[in-house]
């Protein structure tokens, strides 16, 4: 549309599109009558039925421009007409391939991490456990997410990949597929809702055939979450927060509607930026934080600083805050695997009702006396 000059055509098209989207939901529709087991994803949704799953991907990524359906085909099963023109996969898998850390809890919590047998930048990977099978050479480095190594994962034959894309344009996806290989797009990192991050658990009891497994530990989950808000449902938030550090000459603050956002506002404090419109982040001028935050109670401060020294040592400026004055500065970041992974990012969207609890303690720590930090650490 952005394209004047191709108006008419563009219409012609987009009408087209829409039409065909909406007959693609009503094929799933007719030959699933099922109801959606997803609850708090928006990316995602799941129609179980007899010997056969329909998973619906969708808003991969920003301004995609199409949906992505997977069926998940048991043994025996047999798949409608209507939905054989989507991508059929085997389940219950046996061998996986997954390109983001936050996966790897995932298949830890059901108990098949051993179906894993390649990742990108196996370094990354915080968990002992997974790290254990990596230096036993099970699990492959396959290259980076934005260029796998294809021979490799033709070699290692894994009856599928998961893997992620950040916009339109993904010929490394594209080359997979064409070289015969199962690839299955996620979208868990557009998630903004806590919950509804941790609920692509649920995409992996459906691969793996272990739903039930994965309805228990996500119920249990949301359990521990809600038990948390109401640790703090009759508390106010006083508390004010700066989030974030320089990285270059920009600030980046999260948007209000954002997945870190969300934490602070269950956690009952004032975020500073909490009506800044958007999910993702802002990027500000230094001068621009000082003047809106420099006397916040507490600093949230990105990147995995160990001490006030070091974070001085960055920047000589971010000692002009009173947060840095009366050492209320904690990082989410400073917990690293034993080869530099952050320990945070991998796990946190798993268990945001852990990420929650560190909030509480942090800004209400009255209220769990005896809860030691999972992922923040005090700067001191």
């Known amino acids: 549309m952005r394209f004047s000059f191709y108006k008419v055509i563009l219409l012609v098209l987009l009408f087209s599109f829409i ?50 359906t997977y069926i998940l085909k048991e043994k025996n099963g047999i798949v409608p007409d209507s939905l054989k023109k989507y991508t059929q996969i085997s389940v219950p898998l046996k061998s996986i391939v997954v390109t983001s850390t936050t996966n790897i809890p995932f298949l830890e919590m059901l108990g098949v991490e051993k179906s894993l047998v390649g990742f990108p930048h196996t370094d990354y990977i915080s ?22 190594n294809i021979e490799q994962l033709i070699d290692l034959a894994p009856e599928l990949i998961v893997t992620f894309g950040i916009d339109n344009n993904n010929p490394s996806i594209e080359n ?55 640790l703090v449902a009759t508390k106010k938030p006083t508390s004010t927060v700066l989030y974030g550090s320089m990285y270059q000459d920009q600030w980046f603050v999260a948007r209000g509607s954002s997945w870190v956002a969300q934490f602070m506002k269950d956690a009952k404090a004032d975020y500073l930026w909490k009506n800044l419109d958007g999910t993702g982040s802002l990027g500000l001028s230094f001068e621009n934080i000082l003047d809106k935050a420099k006397t916040a109670n507490f600093w ?15 920047n000589p400026h971010y000692s002009q805050f009173t947060a840095f004055a009366n050492k209320n500065i904690y990082t989410f970041e ?47």
């Open 334 to 380: 400073g917990k690293l695997g034993a080869t530099g992974g952050t320990v945070f990012y991998e796990l946190s969207p798993a268990r945001p009702d852990l990420v929650l609890k560190d909030y509480i303690k942090i800004f209400h720590p009255e209220l769990l006396p005896n809860y030691n930090f999972t992922f923040a650490k005090k700067l001191n």
């Open 127 to 148: 968990s002992e456990k997974t790290r254990t099978l990596i230096d036993a050479g099970l699990v492959k480095n396959v290259g980076q997410n934005e260029k796998l």
């Open 19 to 68: 039409g065909c989207k909406k007959n693609e939901k009503s094929d799933i529709q007719n030959d699933v009558n099922s109801p959606n087991s997803i609850h708090y994803a928006k990316s995602l949704a799941i129609h179980k039925h007899e010997g056969f799953t329909v998973v619906t991907v969708s808003n991969p990524w920003p301004d995609a421009v199409k949906d992505f």
């Open 300 to 314: 949230i401060a990105t990147g995995s600083f160990k001490s006030l020294a070091e974070l001085e040592k960055a």
């Open 176 to 230: 997979l597929q064409k070289s015969g290989l199962n690839v299955l797009i996620q979208a868990d990192w557009m998630e903004q809702s806590p919950l509804g991050k941790a609920e692509w658990l649920k995409l992996y009891g459906a691969l793996f055939v272990k739903e039930k497994e994965a309805d228990i530990l996500f119920e249990n989950i949301v359990k521990e979450y809600n038990n948390a808000l109401e």
